[in-house]
């Protein structure tokens, strides 16, 4: 069984190191403003991808303009380890670019906030 932690370490974990997550309703959360359907369903395939590969799913809400990101480790019903890496992996995922001056120019386009 994984080790649940308290709201305060939660919270401090988050301010810490995912400044942008939230944690409501017994939850990690994130809202990922998109600006447009593509990009929403491009980020929840690319979060989809980390899931499985993590063995961790969670809860996706998708909308024309944003996809909210829901997690929590339910067989033990709270805040585990598990539930920290994943949104760091989808948190690096959904907001990477590449660096000015590099090999790879970057999307002109708007990107997720």
Excluded: C
């Excluded at 992996?89 to 959904?94: M, N, Q, S, V, Y």
């Excluded at 990477?96 to 906030?113: F, M, S």
């Amino acid at each position: 069984m994984s080790e649940t932690y308290t709201h305060a370490e939660i919270v401090s974990w988050l301010e810490a190191n995912l400044p942008r997550w939230q944690y409501q309703d017994g939850h990690l959360s994130r809202v990922y403003v998109t600006g447009n359907w593509q990009l929403t369903l491009m980020l929840a395939n690319a979060i989809a991808f980390l899931a499985e590969a993590a063995w961790h799913h969670p809860d996706l809400l998708l909308s024309y303009p944003r996809l909210t990101v829901r997690l929590q480790t339910h067989d033990v019903g709270g805040i585990t380890a598990k539930d920290f890496e994943l949104a760091r992996r989808i948190e690096e995922a959904a907001t990477w670019l590449p660096a000015e001056g590099q090999a790879l120019p970057g999307t002109p386009n708007r990107w997720i906030k």
